[in-house]
């Protein structure tokens, strides 16, 4: 029986509804930020002592944590300090809107004769310019919502505005360059939902990629609506933890946070308020920290004083020291990587690790930065009871390079139930229009028992816009047991699914595949044989199969650099009953259980040749009949198709309903299905399909 997947959620301003995309409504809030960072930044550049003044305020004072300055970052760090440090006191309703001036006196409070003053660097026409553009900045809830998103350092960059713009494609290339994909509040809220009942009863929470905050404001958030009785400084300090490379995006994250806990200014400065919540965020490099040790030790006892410290009427120094740093950081906390000498509060394992880890691949290694990032999460957790939520890449259910199936393997090693939830990339991926990536989610509960953990999995879900909230409010799950997904997580939306998959792959071990090569599309073209199967390298909607290859007409455009899979068989009826198994509903329904939603690989063409082996003689005759009649169907009607110059030729059997049906009831025969599988497999790729019944435009794709 299917699970569900749920989120008592509301619907997050931060995610994309019909008709506007996360990032539409980031860049208009974000635009008079940058403006206004452009300006300070060439203002503070000009003076030798940004980087002092700047260390002098913001240095940590966390132990065992050390601030280490770059001078020429210095000024970037300083305007967005300046920046968060207005918007904190506009968002309070404070007395800033003068000027920086006023905001940075606001900031530091009861300290502004002990600390140096950055504005005291500008010149008055530049404060003016600053605050005309941050005044015109509505602080309203919706501004609240995409606070993270308006202080991510590459400025929302994205795929659409990087076409139009040289700036945004640099730093759009710089963003994908570090792997960084900030994460929709529905999908954040989805993952952290699961963490709530085990924080709020006074566990504790790390993010080890916490960016500017997306994750942690949407648990503490979720912990308020859920009734916790604690202010949100107090979850801040006693139940929430991050890590990120990211310098800038660290103290952003502590300013996120500090929108939260406005009611406690009435009792402290802003400056010690933003502290005491920096106090639970490490500039670091995650993959380099040891969570092995679950002993406190006198860790504990040293960052009791330290938060003391803050309060008392004398200003504690910052640790620093300066050097040259690499060119991803701004300024780079260097020190111990014994994560119990950091945050000993989460010693034996935080009761919660939720995460969007970068997907990057390091130079010169074989593996992905985020396969890194899960071993990380997996040491970081308790993992008697706790839990570990993540968003990461399509590649964890198919990867089959050794280090994803490690990583596989780990992830069921412990007792519990280990949930996926796997998202394909249009019409709308999960990221919306910004980042077109197929995407999965992971929810692993542990639990104190023995044996190795059960496994759920959903299809590869498709989303848009209008049904982007339902669907992510209760997602479908399928049961499998205690598998063994090493080899790969299938994705299954059903039950009926999921018995259907295990008989085939009974027929794919018992039978070798057929004789199988590669030829360029142009290749194709020319080949005159009749006994082959020509199969395209991607698919979506369909597989790309045909018998033949001939251009339709005289074109001015150069054929399609791409190569397909050809299947060589003995005869022509051979040929014809291998292209009906090719174009079946069974074979492409398998092509999204284990292929990565666009690639349809030599491996996978190989597999589908098994099917063939299996059948008998009768029903390779019949399916002889069956393709030979789809082929004269689909031969005179193909897609032409222009990209970048290049034409290439598609045969899409979606309109031949009644023959892909006929060829299903053959095929399940053959392979042992039920025959009820044919009419549910039928219903099911029309919905894959067409996603939603209201929208006519894609009910077209189908006849």
């Keep these: 029986m299917s699970a569900v997947i749920a989120s008592s959620r509301a619907v997050s301003l931060s995610a994309h509804k019909p008709g506007r995309s996360l990032a539409m409504s980031v860049q208009t809030r974000q635009r008079p930020l940058i403006q206004a960072r452009t300006l300070l930044i060439d203002a503070l550049r000009e003076h030798c002592q940004t980087e002092e003044r700047f260390g002098r305020i913001f240095a940590t004072r966390a132990p065992n944590q050390t601030t280490r300055l770059d001078i020429d970052a210095a000024p970037e760090r300083a305007a967005w300090a300046l920046i968060n440090v207005y918007l904190l006191g506009a968002a309070a309703e404070a007395d800033v809107r003068e000027s920086l001036a006023a905001a940075e006196t606001w900031f530091l409070g009861g300290r502004a004769g002990a600390l140096p003053s950055l504005t005291q660097l500008l010149e008055p026409a530049v404060d003016r310019a600053c605050v005309a553009l941050l005044s015109d900045v509505a602080m309203d809830e919706e501004f609240r919502r995409l606070l ?48 709530v009942p085990l924080v709020r009863g006074g566990g504790t929470a790390l993010d080890p990629a916490c960016g500017t905050g997306v994750f942690l404001l949407s648990l503490l958030r979720q912990l308020r609506a859920a009734g916790d009785p604690r202010t949100p400084l107090e979850i801040c300090e006693r139940a929430l933890f991050g890590i990120d490379l990211s310098d800038l995006a660290v103290e952003s994250c502590a300013f996120s946070l500090a929108h939260e806990c406005l009611d406690s200014l009435e009792d402290l400065d802003p400056w010690v308020l933003w502290h005491r919540i920096r106090f639970n965020l490490w500039a670091h490099d995650t993959t380099l920290v040891d969570f092995s040790v679950s002993t406190a030790g006198l860790a504990m006892d040293s960052r009791r004083r330290s938060r003391n410290a803050l309060s008392g009427s004398l200003v504690p120094e910052g640790s620093l020291s300066r050097g040259p740093l690499d060119r991803a950081s701004l300024w780079r906390e260097a020190g111990t990587s014994q994560a119990h000498c950091v945050f000993p509060e989460g010693a034996g394992g935080f009761d919660a690790v939720v995460s969007n880890p970068p997907y990057v691949k390091e130079a010169g290694a074989a593996g992905n930065v985020y396969l890194k990032f899960i071993e990380v999460m997996i040491q970081a957790a308790n993992r008697r009871d706790g839990f570990l939520g993540a968003v990461l890449p399509l590649s964890i259910a198919f990867g089959s390079d050794a280090d994803t199936r490690r990583v596989r393997y780990r992830l069921t090693q412990d007792a519990g139930l280990c949930r996926f ?28 028992v023995t044996g190795a953990a059960r496994v759920q999995t959903t299809a590869l879900i498709r989303l848009t816009s209008r049904t982007r909230a339902a669907t992510l409010g209760a997602i479908p799950a399928v049961e499998l047991g205690r598998a063994e997904i090493g080899n790969g997580v299938p994705k299954l939306g059903s039950r009926i699914e999921a018995d259907a998959y295990r008989c085939i792959r009974g027929v794919l071990v018992a039978h070798s595949p057929l004789p199988l090569s590669s030829q360029s599309f142009e290749e194709c073209l020319a080949d005159q ?98 393709g030979a009649e789809l082929w004269d169907a689909l031969a005179a009607a193909p897609t032409i198709s222009v990209n970048a110059g290049a034409w290439s030729l598609a045969f899409s059997p979606l309109r031949q309903q009644g023959a892909q049906t006929q060829i299903d009831r053959v095929l399940a025969t053959g392979l042992g299905l039920p025959e009820y599988f044919v009419g549910f497999l039928e219903g099911a790729t029309i919905e894959r399909i067409i996603i939603s019944p209201s929208e006519e435009r894609r009910r077209l794709l189908v006849g």
């Design 421 to 448: 939830a796997f998202f394909d990339r249009e019409p709308h991926g999960l990221f919306g229009e910004e980042v077109k990536t197929r995407s999965a989610l992971l929810f692993r509960s542990f639990g104190d």
């Design 148 to 195: 993270p998103y308006v202080l991510e350092p590459y400025n929302f960059a994205h795929r659409l505005n990087a076409k139009r713009c040289a700036d945004s494609r640099e730093r759009r290339q710089q963003k994908r360059g570090s792997g960084t994909f900030y994460t929709p509040g529905d999908v954040a809220d989805v993952v952290t939902s699961n963490a």
């Design 529 to 626: 044989r009749d006994t082959c199967v020509y199969v395209g390298a991607t698919a979506y909607n369909f597989i790309n199969a045909a018998r033949q290859l001939r251009p339709p007409r005289v074109l001015s455009h150069r054929p399609t650099q791409s190569s397909f899979a050809v299947v060589g068989a003995a005869t022509k009826s051979d040929a014809d009953s291998l292209f009906a198994v090719l174009s079946s509903r069974i074979v492409y329904w398998l092509w999204t259980v284990d292929g990565d939603g666009f690639h349809v690989s030599r491996r996978f063409v190989e597999r589908v040749s098994t099917f063939w082996r299996a059948l008998d003689t009768e029903a390779r005759s019949e399916l002889a009949c069956l």
